[in-house]
């Protein structure tokens, strides 16, 4: 097989990049994933409402979701909605350092700029009350009055990117902003009511879909809080007043936190994507799992080999091919990442066992790198016990990925949540050491 080929299929497996809808490479997992639907579980409630929802999605960081959401939106549009859909960290928001704020520019900044037929001086008008004490974080000396409609609109692109790329204007521009968010909200309200007015023929429906949330670090606050509580919960007001519809992902480590009760209580219960189920929680392989995501590397595939044998001439044998599967824990974005690897470690056709032994070694190092030295105990606690403690160390495990989440429905048809440790961990010799300790101590317990 030819190098162009294998060129090709490494760009397949891109890690990065959600698949749009109706995408050929699309594997419907939902049987794998405790069953979810995010047509059902997010669209059905938002179709159905008579007023205005604010709904929350979750799940590991690379696991789907953004997937998941570009489908929503290609079902909502068929079904008379328009929505406005935005990955937040991609120009507006800095993961590392992101409060309200930055998400309320980002929501106006976008919705300003996709809708169009809408009216915008209400919101323009705020900016040049503010224009005074903003300019100079615009780096420009031009009278906001004498600036075309267009220009003034992207002034909100410049505020967005200089809170994203540029820490040292971040905390000012908040300064700036903060005393007129709610003035802020008020006029971004009036332009959305504007928008829905004017909606076109056959449209009944404005929504908002804020992505990649859940990628904000949590960063500690005093008295046990944390950055994620002062967003969701303090500001659950502002970030639910927007008058049109609007789904915010959010990061999964706060759904499974103390505050998971509050969230409930302030929006619904928050929605959450679990992990492809590659195995059983008493560590046996899933076939439904497994033969999903072979179907995912099949499809990302078929388009350049599309008779090629994934055993033999994609792969060198099943073996490799299936301890690839294993070790991406079920998770996405992993799994891409690991087929790269392998293929970074050839000339050419097929994936050879040890290439694919080269990619896990390195992913495996990262995750050494990643825990602390006081995780492993815990760590090992969770693959004896399959759950965690609502504890902030388990939840940073969870947001870390290295505790993942999976979900099957039991006997009596209750969808039952469970966690283990992320397979990769698994072959570490810190990891089995703290294994063998816990064995060691409930062993003396149990005698």
Not at 184 to 189: M, R
Not at 344 to 351: C, F
Not at 393 to 413: A, S
């Amino acid at each position: 097989m030819s190098q162009d080929l294998l060129t090709q299929i490494y760009n397949s497996f891109d890690p990065f990049e959600p698949l749009p809808a109706g995408d050929p490479a699309y594997v419907d997992c939902a049987e794998v994933r405790g069953d979810t639907n995010i047509l059902v579980d997010l669209g059905n409630k938002l179709l159905r409402s008579q007023r205005m929802v604010c709904q929350l999605y979750a799940g590991h960081r690379g696991g789907g979701k953004s997937t998941e959401l570009l489908r929503l939106k290609d079902h909502l549009e068929k079904k008379g909605c328009v929505v406005v859909y935005f990955a937040a960290d991609e120009d507006d928001i800095d993961p590392e350092d992101a409060q309200y704020t930055d998400i309320l520019l980002s929501c106006t900044r976008h919705l300003l700029e996709e809708l169009k037929n809408a009216d915008p001086a209400p919101i323009l008008g705020w900016l040049g009350d503010r224009w005074q004490d903003l300019k100079d974080l615009a780096l420009t000396e031009v009278k906001f009055e004498d600036l075309k409609v267009e220009a003034q609109i992207a002034l909100f692109a410049k505020l967005t990117a200089s809170i994203r790329a540029i820490p040292s204007e971040r905390q000012k521009i908040r300064d700036k902003v903060n005393p007129h968010s709610i003035t802020l909200l008020k006029a971004l309200n009036e332009f959305i009511d504007d928008a829905k007015r004017k909606l076109p023929k056959g449209k009944t429906h404005l929504v908002a879909i804020a992505d990649n949330l859940d990628r904000i670090v949590p960063i500690p606050q005093e008295h046990g809080r944390s950055n994620h509580d002062e967003i969701f919960l303090d500001r659950a007001q502002q970030l639910q007043g927007l008058n049109c519809h609007i789904i915010y992902t959010i990061p999964i480590s706060m759904v499974y936190s103390s505050r998971a009760a509050d969230l409930r209580d302030i929006y619904g219960d928050p929605q959450v994507l679990p992990m492809i189920m590659v195995q059983t929680p008493d560590g046996k392989t899933d076939a439904a799992g497994l033969a999903k995501i072979t179907e995912i590397i099949k499809k990302r595939i078929e388009p350049f080999a599309p008779k090629a044998n994934l055993e033999t001439e994609i792969f060198s044998s099943a073996e490799g091919l299936l301890r690839l599967c294993l070790m991406s824990g079920g998770h996405v974005r992993n799994l891409m990442l690991l087929v790269r690897s392998a293929i970074d470690h050839i000339d050419s056709l097929p994936i050879t066992e040890k290439a694919i032994q080269r990619g896990i070694t390195q992913a495996r190092d990262t995750y050494r790198r990643t825990v602390e030295q006081d995780e492993w105990e815990l760590l090992a606690k969770v693959t004896e016990t399959k759950q965690i403690d609502n504890d902030d160390d388990y939840r940073k495990l969870l947001f870390n990925r290295c505790v993942l989440q999976y979900g099957y429905f039991d006997d009596e048809g209750e969808l039952q949540p469970w966690y283990d440790v992320h397979p990769l961990i698994k072959g570490i010799q810190q990891f089995k050491d703290a294994v063998a300790q816990l064995e060691k101590k409930n062993s003396i317990i149990v005698s």
